[in-house]
T-cell receptor, first 114, second 116 residues
Framework: DAMVIQNPRYQVTQFGKPVTLSCSQTLNHNVMYWYQQKSSQAPKLLFHYYDKDFNNEADTPDNFQSRRPNTSFCFLDIRSPGLGDAAMYLC?????????????FGPGTRLTVL | AQTVTQSQPEMSVQEAETVTLSCTYDTSESDYYLFWYKQPPSRQMILVIRQEAYKQQNATENRFSVNFQKAAKSFSLKISDSQLGDAAMYFCAYRRRETSGSRLTFGEGTQLTVNP
């Protein structure tokens, strides 16, 4: 089945140690999003790619970076994780950026920072 | 800035009964969509239902329906004949129409428990 896949589902890293989260999709969608969802809070958009164009949210910390080497894959890099970066990270895709384009979410990666 | 508020962190319902989840939002825009997303435990978030602001008729998807009150900026979700599989976190979300795309703004969620 076509879907959004996130690996790993659970990631543990040490304070300050770079970590990369992975997202892949078989939907051939143009847009890929990364959200941060802290415990008991709303998902918050970090950035998105429209094809190869990177779109950063104004309040996303510089510590968070992203790469999209091809249509299918998108990576979230956290250069120096702090304790406050512990969260669920959700990847989503959509065919385009029209208001009617539904976003399809992956199951998320839960990041623990020790 | 747009905000979405879900004032009920937790709700519970008996199986086969009806439950209503509340959502209010704040915006100065007139052209936007509202959404309800469902996030089951350890599974991906999926779209349940959406409503276009210009449509007065409330959206319905099988057992799920909304009560959209544009003037009051209220967007509640009614789940009829609740099933055990409806247990999940439910997020209300807002998206305004922009030519270059726009973000989904989520509320903080309502955790729904369905009791057998």
């Amino acid at each position: 089945d076509a879907m959004v896949i996130q690996n790993p589902r659970y990631q543990v890293t040490q304070f300050g140690k770079p970590v990369t989260l992975s997202c892949s999709q078989t939907l051939n969608h143009n847009v890929m999003y990364w959200y941060q969802q802290k415990s008991s809070q709303a998902p918050k958009l970090l950035f998105h790619y429209y094809d190869k164009d990177f779109n950063n949210e104004a309040d996303t910390p510089d510590n968070f970076q992203s790469r999209r080497p091809n249509t299918s894959f998108c990576f979230l890099d956290i250069r120096s994780p702090g304790l406050g970066d512990a969260a669920m990270y959700l990847c989503a895709t959509s065919p385009g950026r029209f208001i009617t384009d539904t976003q399809y979410f992956g199951p998320g990666t839960r990041l623990t920072v020790l | 800035a747009q905000t979405v508020t879900q004032s009920q962190p937790e709700m519970s319902v008996q199986e086969a009964e009806t439950v209503t989840l509340s959502c209010t939002y704040d915006t100065s825009e007139s052209d936007y969509y509202l959404f309800w997303y469902k996030q089951p435990p350890s599974r991906q978030m999926i779209l349940v239902i959406r409503q276009e602001a210009y449509k007065q008729q409330n959206a319905t998807e099988n057992r799920f329906s909304v009560n959209f009150q544009k003037a009051a900026k209220s967007f509640s979700l009614k789940i009829s004949d609740s099933q055990l599989g409806d247990a999940a976190m439910y997020f209300c979300a807002y998206r305004r129409r922009e030519t270059s795309g726009s973000r989904l703004t989520f509320g903080e969620g309502t955790q729904l428990t369905v009791n057998p």
